[in-house]
């Protein structure tokens, strides 16, 4: 079985950073794309920024510039710095993996289980 768990979430002032991070462990052959998602109450999840093996990343328009993800594959790790947070950013951070299973050598999709980033005074 693969696991993601994320941490780093929390409260936070407007203005403020925090820094997400997302360990997938278990029985993997091959890590491809992380990513992270969020989801705000009544809205639909959207994708926050995603990272390829080899690096290359894409973002949501919305965030560029605020947002940075990044990813050490010796530890199966991704992470998302967000600065400058705006209480519009309030929403529960899912961290999203590409893995194919040691066990199954099947491209699968994971999720981890969220952490909730709240901005506010």
């Known amino acids: 079985q693969v696991q993601l768990v994320e941490s780093g979430g929390g409260l936070v002032q407007p203005g403020g950073s925090l820094r997400l991070s997302c360990a997938a462990s278990?029985?993997?052959?091959?890590?491809?794309?992380m990513g992270w998602y969020r989801q705000a109450p009544g809205k639909e999840r959207e994708l926050v920024a995603r990272?390829?093996?080899?690096?290359?990343?894409n973002y949501a328009d919305s965030l560029k510039g605020r947002f940075a993800i990044s990813r050490d594959n010796t530890k199966n790790t991704v992470y998302l710095q967000s600065n400058s947070l705006k209480p519009e950013d309030t929403a529960v951070y899912y961290c999203?993996?590409?893995?194919?299973?040691?066990?199954?050598?099947?491209?699968?999709?994971?999720w981890g289980q969220g952490t909730q980033v709240t901005v506010s005074s």
């Open positions: 990272i390829t093996g080899a690096g290359d990343t």
């Open positions: 278990g029985r993997i052959f091959i890590t491809q794309t």
């Open positions: 999203n993996a590409q893995i194919v299973g040691s066990g199954t050598l099947r491209l699968s999709d994971y």
